[in-house]
């Protein structure tokens, strides 16, 4: 039982690349998400899947595209990045109530 | 729209007694949500509340008033391992989405 996992740990992209960053769960559960963290900032919702088949934008969406592959997989896509978008990128799956069960990060810089 | 207020940073001392507030302002409310994260790592669930009240686990308790928009996380017999930040959370009752605080960073001195 591995939990949250997302690939990569850490990446490097110059402005204007893309990438995907990919994030699966075996909780079985519904709800998936994505944060993202700025130093000060707490974790702020990027896009959200309520069930599969289902996405929705949350506070921060711009520059970003979400797909719910099928249950377990939540992946999110950066077209063109920008240096604004150097973070820290987490998935998570809801559990019960308000609680979530969060992947271990993938550490993005854009230079 | 949601807004929650907690402080930037704690110290304490091994052994104290912390506690960190959060206040809330919400359209709806659900309950009140803790998340311990280390540095470096990623967020864990600590503890819900939806009722008024103190609910005790182990040593960590989380402390709900719903007339007051308010609650806290204690943290007893602090150790090393304590150090970490710590983010209150509510949810959306527009939009059933997790709204999370800006954190408070704990710092626990031997």
């Known amino acids: 039982n591995a939990g949250v996992t997302q690939t990569p740990k850490f990446q490097v992209l110059k402005t204007g690349q893309s990438m995907t960053l990919q994030c699966a769960q075996d909780m079985n559960h519904n709800s998936m998400y994505w944060y993202r963290q700025d130093p000060g900032m707490g974790l702020r919702l990027i896009y959200y899947?309520?069930?599969?088949?289902?996405?929705d934008k949350g506070e921060v969406p711009n520059g970003y595209n979400v797909s719910r592959l099928n249950k377990r997989e939540f992946s999110l896509r950066l077209e063109s990045a920008a240096p604004s978008q150097t973070s820290v990128y987490f998935c998570a799956s809801g559990g019960q109530g308000d609680e979530q069960y969060f992947g271990p990060g993938t550490r993005l810089t854009v230079t | 729209g949601q807004s929650l207020e907690q402080p930037s940073e704690v110290t304490a001392v091994e052994g104290a007694i912390v506690q960190i507030n959060c206040t809330y302002q919400?359209?709806?409310?659900?309950?009140l949500s803790w998340y311990q994260q280390h540095d470096g790592g990623a967020p864990t669930f600590l503890s819900y509340n939806a009722l008024d009240g103190l609910e005790e686990t182990g040593r960590f308790s989380s402390f709900l008033s719903r007339s007051d928009s308010y609650g806290y996380l204690l943290l007893q017999e602090l150790q090393m391992k304590d150090s970490a930040s710590y983010f209150c959370?509510?949810?959306?009752?527009?939009?059933?989405?997790?709204?999370f605080g800006t954190g408070t960073r704990l710092q626990v001195f031997p």
């Open positions: 919400t359209s709806g409310f659900y309950g």
């Open positions: 959370a509510v949810r959306d009752h527009n939009t059933d989405k997790l709204i």
């Open positions: 899947s309520a069930s599969e088949g289902t996405t």
